[in-house]
């Protein structure tokens, strides 16, 4: 009979043990349960098609099928049918309507594609619940499991669940792409919290779990989210936390000014800790697991339940020729190794079922954990491991590893994640792994299974062997506990040392480490007692750049028996230095090198000063081991004064005035839609199911700057599977052009005829059956190319120059100078000329790639569905390319999930390249571009080079400015000639005295840049700063004082900015300048700052306050409102909801428009309206949605409408008062104008008037930072925003625009590495390179005032622009930094023994970990120990 084994432990005093239940397999599937969720109906058991088998799911419940459960549905699936490398979102999202789950990266970088995964334990009766990425999980491998997606919680039908709501509430949604993955990571924290907790603590309240506030923040921290700035959603989370006060949490709409606890708490979507969702259904646990051990060769998938099944199914294998085989457990590795994505295999072994490789035993010598341990079982087993024969050091030691492990990948990553794929991908590919590092330093032995052998080696042989042959199994790892004893008896005099160390960009984890460490050492005293010996030690660096995690055996040898003292460590330091020499090609060298430097130094240095503490410690035995406190005092410069670091580190304030005379018009109204968004709900274009026979394409792009395309063929004999064809500029049919841009400016092609002009450059799509079959096949394919006889190509802006390569600035956007320059100059004390800034750019990162979808209709004409900013550019694009009428195209767009600029014109050839392969297949034709392929062909912001001259006078007024700007545009003209224009807006910020400005808009071989939020507009507002901090240096002045010199008065805005300086009423600027001064509490903490500084030695603290100037002009847009004859209101507006809260503002405006006739009540009307989809048919001249401004003229647009609704329907309610004397209701009202024939239908051009339509928008923000200048980390303490919304059209909206926009701004100034290669490549590819700010990295305090700026005639109700100028005032953190910086600068020079102070340094942008540290000084600890021997020589 063939048994299940189930695996358990308990601890047992100081023995582990392992039970091995035996269950019979004959348990027969008699019914299919319904699920115990009261939040999900009775479902009928759903049959995959790919199984063929429909029929009753009893009877097709054979050995060859997977089973498992999706949302409460029964899924079979035939073995034989499948696929073994689908993943589970493919299956979610192509054979499921569960389209909750998206696609962000495919990388489990994201957190977009989050599911729950929930399993039974039939021994033990229990269900564990967890977050997995369904991106990384092969289907084969949940079988028998039960998945949780985010409509499964809860949706429209059946009822959103409280957390959809208050992410609702707590305005947490903008575009929407990332917030099922937000509610299923929150959902599963919530679940896990209340079953670790039910136990121990009393029940919370109702209304909240058992989740308490850190818990909380960290439940998302994996998340990406591009819209929101994440403090609406971890505001959403802690509304749950058992620890929360209501009252501190951000504006929401369930609270009011005023409001008491009580009444919030009344108002809260209710949450009941005691009715969960059940994860697991009941039918399920029911079934019996799938047995394949009969005879596994037969599938591709096998999952043995023994190690003797394992080994004869690897023998068989590798004895037949030519089979390629994988082992998997987590299956996570494919999110790094792409390639691994789209291979297949003939035959995969599920490793995770065999119990030698999940035992997880401990005894007094350690602990052996199975290779297919999860990580983050493994975290958990380590964490509450005692050892009791030595119960501080070896527990301690424990807990460490286990806090280190828990900053690996990310929860729903470390879920599935095993500790032995780990340490293969670290050992066979060079992985810069964590684990490899820390389990190195502590002496760890692994057992390897290799065809019949099997042997116990030390992890470090085994990192030093060749790669691990694919027939050889790591079967487990032992931690052996260190000995402290002496026969038995635990010695005194000795002590354990033991830390681990990683710097990353981000610090709860997701993030791999430019260098992680793990030290361990045993010291003691000496025998003067007057130093402490290193007896012995282990060193271990990795991730580094170098081929495994090493031990620095050298380093380790020096430090043994030596007494710790500055002069040793200095010299382990230089012996050191030598060691750690990362690989050629390792980005950032010196700056990884020196972070082993200063881990050491971290370790060994509270040694050297803490002696008198330690000796009492050692001397009375009380002590064996140290504690992260213990070892960082005061004394050596750690100490971080001020109250201890709290559990939950975020907090925020919003001081926010809804206006209330055109009501709800001014209301925080919640964002239209968000629940349906948050439930998965809310279709995006690739949610469109696919209409029959549906083909997709894949974009085939150059990968040579400059080059004659001689041929385009597969790197293979045969054609890829699934592939149907290739479109090249070729199938541009008759009549048609290759254009795949209708720009403003200029038009591009869609795909190069003949030469590729960057790297980038479409050359062909490739159109195949799947997506998945596209996307492999686009890579298969090899170009030839020809360079012969070709210039080569242009790639700096230096080139540029050199060729003339220039795009022409129009001249009515040609900038006229202000005042005399050269006056200006002669009349300044001092000058800094030739001075340079360098811009590097900035991707998208939308978190919903670029798509579209073209269907073939009658007549030739065509549909398509494009995720664009621009549905009328798109419209004219697809007629011209395909060479058919514009009548003959109908471009339809409901909503984007997330576009910052990135969809307005590059989309335009994602959906032209769609239309021209429909219409060449005759059949419906979609893409949804893989992240690596989106990011190269997509562009993103502008890199520019800046050069400038400034004279000023001594105390800071500057008298004149030139500056000359190189803009690298690329290749196309996109929109580039704008650029200038937006620089030079922003840059006027101050009264420069005189300004000249020269531009140069470059035409290089490089993607077209395009515009990115605030395009040109950032980068002017920092050189404005950057300048103002140089004057500031070199006048050795402090800066905010530099900056108020220079302000404007209203006299000279009016002489930078003309009309749009608007008047004297309109310049809030100064209040902002002071008002956010007084909240912030600026001077008080200026010196606090100081006091900080001067107190510590390896942490620098900054603050800086920074004003924005930001012009906009509102463009003409049309809208229309129809009312419905059941008195339900529809309406249109060009403008696109991008995330932006559009349809919000207009459904507003709608309400109040309508509302003026005055039957019922704006709310009433407010639940009538739905803004639909735009479509370029119905709603003419959209033109783009873009520069911050299309949600108020929009908004103009239908109030104009409604005016006109409201004058037809007058003499309809008027006469209807008359007949029945009362009131008239809306529906009454309806009712008779359609009895009358009344147009209940009205559109409009809103023409906005050029002259009044731009104005200037104002905003200051203060931020202060902390930077640890041995690491180069920075921690954004605080930042404090005040930004004028003129009459907010909805504080809620705006709120979420503002902190969106100023956490994308820190992404550009702080975070986001756009790296390229020299060719252009863009090498910064996915989201292990490019990393965007996660809830870890935003302000941990951070407020928000909304200035309620009162009336103003020519604005639409008196509103202002809140999309992108925010964004600018993230300089103040980059300029914070400096300041931070220049503290750590001050000091080195002290150590070097400097006099002379050169403090005007240039921080780059984005100023990332490796910038910052190499500015405090790569040499810091050297320089630091250096001068503090000299001071001892001294006395
Ligand atoms: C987004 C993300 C971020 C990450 N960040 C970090 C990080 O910061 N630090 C860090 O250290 N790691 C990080 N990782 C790596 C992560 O820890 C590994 O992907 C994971 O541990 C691999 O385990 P797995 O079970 O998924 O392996 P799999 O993907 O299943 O297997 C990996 C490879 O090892 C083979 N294999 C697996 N188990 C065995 C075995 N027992 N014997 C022989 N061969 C085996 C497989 O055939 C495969 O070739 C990250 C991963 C992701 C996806
Ligand atoms: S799509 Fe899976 S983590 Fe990004
Ligand atoms: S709302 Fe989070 S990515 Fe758009």
């Not at 969720?37 to 009928?44: A, D, R, Y």
């Not at 003026?1156 to 709310?1163: E, F, Q, V």
């Not at 103003?1352 to 992108?1364: D, I, M, Q, T, Y």
Request: glycine letters at 8%; charged letters at 20%.
């Amino acid at each position: 009979m063939h048994v299940y084994v189930y695996m358990y432990v308990c601890t047992l005093a100081n023995q582990w043990v392992f039970f091995i239940t035996y269950e019979s397999k004959a348990k027969i599937f008699r019914h299919n349960q319904r699920a115990e969720n009261n939040s999900l109906e009775e479902k009928e058991p759903r049959v995959e098609k790919l199984s063929d088998t429909r029929t009753d799911p009893l009877r097709n419940m054979t050995k060859s099928c997977l089973v498992f459960a999706i949302n409460g549905e029964r899924f079979e699936l035939e073995l034989s049918s499948m696929d073994p490398s689908t993943t589970l979102l493919d299956f979610l999202r192509i054979k499921t309507p569960f389209k909750s789950v998206k696609l962000g990266c495919g990388e489990g970088g994201c957190g977009a594609c989050v599911v729950l995964l929930s399993k039974y334990d039939p021994v033990l009766d229990k269900v564990e619940d967890f977050t997995i990425s369904s991106c990384l999980t092969l289907l084969c491998s949940i079988n028998g499991g039960s998945i949780t997606t985010s409509e499964g919680l809860g949706n429209s039908r059946l009822g959103f669940h409280p957390i959809h709501e208050r992410f609702s509430g707590f305005h947490a949604s903008q575009c929407g792409f990332c917030t099922p993955g937000m509610c299923v990571s929150l959902f599963s924290a919530i679940l896990n919290a209340e079953k670790s907790n039910e136990k121990n603590h009393p029940p919370p309240p109702l209304g909240f779990s058992n989740l308490t506030s850190a818990e909380a923040e960290k439940a998302v921290s994996g998340n990406l989210c591009r819209c929101t700035g994440y403090r609406p959603i971890v505001d959403a989370c802690k509304s749950f936390a058992i620890d929360v006060d209501i009252e501190d949490l951000g504006f929401n709409s369930f609270s009011r000014k005023g409001d008491s606890k009580e009444e919030i708490l009344g108002r809260l979507p209710p949450y009941d800790h005691r009715s969960q969702i059940c994860t697991f259904p009941e039918f399920l646990k029911n079934e019996i697991k799938i047995d394949m051990s009969s005879d596994p060769r037969k599938y591709r998938w096998s999952a043995p339940g023994n190690l003797g099944e394992l080994q004869s199914l690897l023998e068989s294998y590798n004895g037949e020729s030519g089979v390629s085989m994988k082992l998997v457990a987590g299956n996570t590795s494919i999110g790094y190794y792409r390639e691994e994505r789209e291979k297949r295999y003939d035959k995969y072994i599920d490793i995770r079922h065999i119990p030698e490789l999940t035992v997880i035993r401990g005894n007094e010598k350690g602990i052996e954990l199975g290779a297919a341990v999860t990580i983050s079982k493994a975290i958990e087993v380590l964490k509450t491991e005692q050892d009791s024969h030595n119960p501080s050091s070896n527990a301690n030691i424990l807990r460490q590893i286990a806090s280190h492990m828990e900053k690996i990948a990310n929860r729903f990553v470390r879920n599935s994640a095993t500790i032995g794929g780990n340490l293969v991908m670290a050992q066979r590919k060079q992985f810069p792994s964590d684990l490899t590092t820390i389990l190195l330093a502590v002496g760890t032995m692994v057992k390897i299974i290799s065809r019949s052998s099997q042997e116990r080696i030390t992890l470090e042989e085994f990192l030093e062997r060749p790669p691990l042959e694919s027939s050889s199994v790591l079967s487990s790892l032992e931690i052996p506990f260190q000995d402290l004893t002496n026969n038995g008896s635990l010695e005194r005099n000795k002590l354990l040392l033991f830390k681990t160390y990683r710097a990353a960009p981000r610090p709860l984890g997701n993030a791999l480490s430019f260098l992680n460490a793990a030290f361990l050492a045993e010291i003691s005293l000496n025998q003067n007692l007057d130093g402490i010996v290193v007896n012995h030690c282990c060193l271990a660096f990795g991730a580094y750049g170098t081929k495994r995690a090493k031990r620095a055996k050298k380093v380790e040898e020096f430090l043994s028996g030596k007494v710790i003292s500055d002069e040793v460590l200095y010299e382990a330091i230089g012996l050191l230095k030598d060691y750690i020499v990362p690989d050629d090609g390792t980005r950032s060298p010196a700056y990884r090198s020196s972070l082993a430097v200063s881990f050491l130094f971290k370790f060994f240095s509270p040694l050297a000063q803490k002696i008198a503490e330690l000796s009492n410690g050692l001397l009375n035995g009380s002590k064996n081991f140290l504690t992260e406190t213990e070892l960082e005092g005061k004394e050596n410069g750690y100490h971080n004064p001020g109250p201890p670091k709290p559990a939950a580190f975020l907090s925020s304030a919003q001081q926010i005035i809804e206006n209330h005379e055109h009501s709800p018009v001014g209301k925080g109204v919640v964002k239209a839609g968000a629940c349906l968004q948050a439930s998965g709900e809310a279709v995006y274009v690739d949610d469109i199911p696919s209409p029959e026979n549906c083909l997709y394409g894949a974009f085939i792009y150059s990968t040579k700057p400059l080059a004659r395309i001689k041929g385009i063929r597969f790197n293979q004999d045969s054609v890829p599977e699934g592939v149907l064809g290739i479109v090249t500029y070729k199938d541009i049919p008759k009549g048609g052009v290759n254009v795949g841009t209708k720009g403003f400016f200029a038009s591009d092609h869609l795909f190069a005829d003949g030469i590729t002009r960057y790297v980038g450059d479409r050359i062909a799509f490739v159109i195949a059956d799947t997506q998945k079959h596209a996307n492999i096949a686009a890579k298969l394919v090899v170009i030839d190319y020809d360079t012969e006889n070709l210039e080569p190509p242009i790639l700096t802006v230096e080139d540029a120059v050199e060729k003339s390569s220039f795009f022409h600035i129009p001249p009515f956007m040609q900038f006229k100078p202000v005042g005399d320059v050269s006056k200006g100059m002669s009349e300044a004390e001092h000058k800094i000329l030739g001075s340079e800034i360098r811009f590097g750019s900035q991707y998208f990162f939308y978190m919903e790639t670029q798509t579209a979808l073209a269907v073939p209709d009658e007549d030739n004409s065509m549909v398509v569905y494009s995720s664009t900013q621009n549905p009328e550019y798109v419209h004219r694009t697809v007629a011209a390319c395909l060479g058919i009428p514009e009548h003959n195209v109908r471009v339809i767009t409901r909503r984007v999930g997330g576009g910052f600029g990135g969809k307005a014109l590059k989309s335009m050839p994602v959906a032209a390249a769609c239309a021209l392969a429909a219409n060449k297949m005759q059949k419906p034709v979609r893409t949804y571009t893989d992240r690596k392929t989106d990011m190269i062909i997509s562009g993103g912001r502008h890199p520019m080079k800046v050069t400038y001259g400034v004279g000023f006078k001594s105390d800071g007024k500057i008298t004149a400015l030139q500056i000359e700007v190189l803009i690298n545009a690329g290749a196309n003209e996109d929109i580039s000639p704008l650029i200038p224009g937006a620089i030079l807006c922003s840059l006027k910020k101050y009264d420069w005295g005189a300004l000249s400005f020269d531009v140069k808009v470059c035409k290089t071989n490089v993607v077209s840049k395009t515009a990115m939020r605030a395009p040109g507009d950032v980068q002017g507002s920092y050189i404005a700063e950057a300048i103002i901090e140089h004057v500031a240096s070199y006048l050795s002045m402090e800066v905010d004082l530099i900056r108020k010199v220079n302000f404007h008065t209203y006299e000279s805005l009016r002489l930078y900015h003309d009309d749009s300086a608007g008047e004297f009423p309109e310049f809030t600027l100064p209040l902002i300048w002071e008002k956010v001064s007084e909240s912030s509490s600026f001077r008080q903490r200026m010196k606090l700052v100081e006091e900080f500084n001067t107190a510590n030695l390896w942490r620098k603290r900054g603050i800086s306050r920074v004003p924005a100037v930001y012009g906009v002009a509102v463009r003409s847009t049309p809208g229309r409102v129809s009312i419905l004859s059941d008195g339900s209101i529809a309406v249109e507006v060009a403008g696109i909801e991008i995330g932006q809260g559009l349809w919000t503002k207009v459904k507003q405006m709608t309400a109040y428009g309508l509302g003026l006739i005055k039957c019922g009540t704006s709310k009433e009307l407010l639940d009538k309206i739905r803004v639909i989809q735009s479509d370029t048919l119905s709603i003419i001249q959209g033109t783009m949605t873009a520069g911050s401004t299309t949600s108020e003229a929009s908004s103009e647009a239908v109030r104009i409408c409604c005016n006109s609704l409201v004058e037809r329907l007058l003499p309809v309610k008027n006469g209807l008062m008359d007949q029945t004397g009362g009131p008239v209701t809306w529906e009454m009202l309806v009712q008779e104008a359609y009895k009358q024939f009344i147009n209940m239908s009205v559109s409009t051009m809103y023409n906005s008037d050029f002259a009044t339509g731009q104005y200037l928008n104002y905003g200051a923000a203060v931020s202060e930072v902390e930077v640890n200048i041995l690491t180069g980390e920075t921690t954004i303490l605080q930042t404090d925003i005040v930004y004028d919304c003129g009459k907010s059209l909805n504080p809620a909206v705006d709120l979420g625009q503002i902190e969106g926009a100023f956490v994308q701004g820190l992404g550009f100034f702080m975070f986001e590495e756009y790296i390229t290669s020299p060719d252009g490549l863009m090498v910064s590819d996915s989201t292990w390179t490019y990393k965007i700010p996660t809830v870890d990295t935003i302000p941990r305090q951070f407020n928000v005032e909304i200035l309620n700026s009162g009336h103003h005639k020519n604005r639409v109700l008196s509103s202002k622009a809140s999309g992108e100028p925010p964004l600018l005032l993230a300089a103040s953190v980059h300029c914070a930094t400096r300041a931070a910086v220049k503290e750590a600068r001050k000091q080195l020079m002290t150590w070097k023994g400097q006099d002379e102070l050169d403090l005007s340094f240039d921080l780059p942008v984005p100023a990332t970990m490796p910038v910052v540290k190499e500015l405090c000084g790569l040499d810091i600890v050297e320089r630091y120990l250096e001068w503090k021997m000299q001071q001892k020589l001294k006395t």
